[in-house]
């Protein structure tokens, strides 16, 4: 059985940091392709950062604040994000790349 559980949402002022994780389950993830993607009040998903055989990839408005990782040998995926901004408030969720989705973990920058 697939699973993906994010974890390290809260809640932060702006110009905070926060590091996401999410613990993967159920599939060969070495091979996987894994995205970060949010979805804020009232808005649709939005993706915001990708990982895959090696490369990274990145939304432009989290491009030089956020930063993915992965660790091959614990199934695990992180989302360090730093300088967060109001607008960074969203559920993040784990997703990998043939569209299975975590569960979602809630951040809030806000003062």
């Known amino acids: 059985e697939m699973q993906l559980v994010e974890s390290g949402g809260g809640l932060v002022q702006p110009g905070g940091s926060l590091r996401l994780s999410c613990a993967a389950s159920?599939?060969?993830?070495?091979?996987?392709?894994m995205n970060w993607v949010r979805q804020a009040p009232g808005k649709g998903p939005e993706w915001i950062s990708g990982s895959a055989l090696g490369r990274t990839f990145y939304r432009d408005s989290v491009k030089g604040r956020f930063t993915i990782s992965r660790d091959n040998s614990k199934n695990t995926v992180d989302l360090q994000m730093n300088s967060l901004k109001p607008e960074d408030t969203a559920v993040y969720y784990c997703v990998q790349g043939a569209g299975f989705w975590g569960q979602g973990t809630q951040v809030t920058v806000s003062s």
């Open positions: 159920g599939f060969i993830f070495e091979t996987a392709v």
